[in-house]
């Protein structure tokens, strides 16, 4: 069983900065095998894919929309991945979630193969 919560978000002015957190608590396998996904959802939108990472910092992915702006990382020592956001827009407005899988997929993209998910931090950015 895993449970995520996230945490961070708030209101933040166009070109401003965010740090998102995912705080991961697991009985059974370690965190470390657990692949940790964002994604996001906008009022009457679908959702998107923000970004994901593997056991290490060496394997991410990003969403065409956050490349060179977002950075996620974790830290396996508290069981938390970060999502750290820079220079946001308007559009990043939306409810933030965390994903957990440990399936060991290539497409970590596919937000149908996480297996666990947060309740969402709703982040907002006025213009």
């Known amino acids: 069983q895993v449970q995520l919560v996230e945490s961070g978000g708030g209101l933040v002015q166009a070109g401003g900065s965010l740090r998102l957190s995912c705080t991961c608590t697991?009985?059974?396998?370690?965190?470390?095998?657990?692949?940790i996904g964002w994604y996001r959802q906008a009022p009457g939108k679908e959702h998107e894919f923000v970004s994901a990472i593997r056991w290490t910092d060496l394997e991410t992915v990003y969403g065409d929309s956050v490349k060179g702006r977002f950075t996620i990382s974790r830290d396996n020592a508290k069981n938390t991945v970060y999502l750290e956001m820079n220079s946001l827009r308007p559009e990043d407005t939306a409810v933030y979630y965390c994903?957990?899988?440990?399936?060991?997929?290539?497409?970590?993209?596919?937000?149908?193969?996480?297996?666990?998910w947060g309740q969402g931090t709703q982040v907002t950015v006025s213009s």
């Open positions: 697991t009985s059974g396998r370690a965190f470390i095998n657990y692949a």
């Open positions: 994903g957990a899988t440990a399936s060991g997929t290539p497409l970590l993209s596919v937000r149908d193969n996480y297996d666990y």
